[in-house]
């Protein structure tokens, strides 16, 4: 994934791999993957080759398939099931990757006026997709960022972000 050039392959890449990770958890949910192991060590080298140009291919990267994806792979859907492995798939996201997500959350977290263009939107997509990943972390820091973004919010796309 990482060394794909091609963002559509590298986004595909990852869901995909998220996918199977799910998947296979469903299945065995007290199974260790390597699986998920490389997810990591792809979106850690990933997220060091961010630049403005690819800022919403990245946002879009670290988000994983819906639960509804995940519902129309299976035959039997197994609502909790879905529900449980994906949470557990994100929670390890957050912790594998805590620091770079902090680290690109306060990158982006400028608190400058409000703009409607393409990169401002990108880069207020990517700064929330990490602030989500991050409240995942129940720490007192994290929720202090929620409620800072929240009371300083422009629009509506950042205070969603903090409440959610």
Same mark, same amino acid.
């Given at each position: 994934?990482?060394?794909?050039?091609?963002?559509?392959?590298? $986004? !595909?890449?990852?869901?995909?791999?998220?996918?199977?990770?799910?998947?296979?958890?469903?299945?065995q949910p007290s199974i260790q993957s390597e699986s998920t192991a490389l997810l990591l060590k792809s979106y850690q080298?990933?997220?060091?080759?961010?630049?403005?140009e690819n800022e919403a291919l990245f946002a879009e990267l670290l988000n994983l398939p819906s639960e509804a994806y995940f519902a129309e792979q299976m035959k039997i859907?197994?609502?909790?099931? +879905?529900?449980?492995?994906?949470? $557990?798939?994100?929670?390890? +996201?957050?912790n594998g990757l805590h620091a770079q997500l902090l680290a690109l959350y306060k990158t *982006?977290?400028?608190?400058?006026?409000y703009t409607f263009?393409?990169?401002?939107? /990108?880069q207020r997509r990517l700064k929330n997709t990490c602030l989500n990943y991050l409240m995942l972390? !129940?720490?007192?820091? +994290? !929720?202090?960022?929620?409620?800072?973004? *929240?009371? !300083? /919010?422009?629009?509506?796309?950042?205070? +969603?972000?903090?409440?959610?």
């Open positions: 994934m990482e060394k794909d050039s091609d963002g559509f392959n590298r $986004w !595909n890449a990852a869901q995909q791999l998220a996918t199977r990770i799910v998947m296979q958890r469903i299945e080298a990933l997220l060091t080759d961010i630049t403005p859907i197994d609502v909790d099931g +879905i529900h449980r492995e994906r949470e $557990w798939l994100r929670e390890q +996201i957050a *982006y977290q400028k608190f400058k006026p263009d393409g990169q401002s939107q /990108a972390l !129940n720490k007192d820091d +994290i !929720n202090d960022f929620c409620i800072t973004q *929240y009371q !300083n /919010a422009d629009n509506i796309t950042d205070s +969603i972000s903090a409440l959610s």
